[in-house]
């Protein structure tokens, strides 16, 4: 069974643009979650989608948003970029969304930097 | 809100050693849920070990096993016969089991520590 795939790998913006990044989970996952990853914060949670409808938003500003598809293929999107929106961006999926017993499986992430 | 501390930012083993990785937390929840992930250089975080804080027995996973002290909301991670592929970034986290309040979907992780496994 293939992982959870992220996509792209890699992405350089400037200052004041918009970025989509990609998250297909692994077969039959039903859950999709967003984490960012910096050296001075850490990793914080963005936001979590089930079944299309977002269960839960981390403490983020209404620049970051995100989405999920009925394949359960999810999207994050970060308008007007900032030079501190430079950052790892993880994606997780599970099968059950709110199960903590659930296991996450993470992607390898997309690595934005925002010159 | 929850938090999670780790305090060693670096720690070193040799290969075929123990080393013993630190983890506290602060929570009000009676009921959570602790887990610890590995993050090589392929960034991918892998979970490695979880412990449901309504058990008393610590878990095991093969060479990794954890002690968890409900009392004192410490939970660190044991790697027996340290090998060279358990080098990588570790991370402590908590899940909440509020299911019905959605934060369950959340983990807080702590800022890391970057393990070494030397010849």
Known sequence: KAGV??????????????VTLSCSPISGHR????????????????????SETQRNKGNFPGRFSGRQFSNSRSEMNVSTLELGDSALYLCASSLEGGNPLAALHFGNGTRLTVT | ??????????????????????CTYDTSESDYYLFWYKQPPSRQMILVIRQEAYKQQNATENRFSVNFQKAAKSFSLKISDSQ??????????YRSALVNTGTASKLTFGTGTRLQVTL
Not at chain 1, 5 to 18: F, H, N, V
Request: charged content about 10%; aromatic content about 14%; overall charge negative.
């Open chain 1, 31 to 50: 859950s999709v979650s967003w984490y960012q990853q910096t050296p001075g914060q850490g990793l914080q949670f963005l936001f979590e989608y089930f």
């Open chain 2, 84 to 93: 060279l592929g358990d080098a990588a970034m570790y991370f402590c986290a």
């Open chain 1, 5 to 18: 795939t992220q996509t792209p790998r890699y992405l350089i913006k400037t200052r004041g643009q918009q």
């Open chain 2, 1 to 22: 809100a929850q938090t999670v501390t780790q305090s060693q930012p670096e720690m070193s083993v040799q290969e075929a050693e123990t080393v013993t990785l630190s």
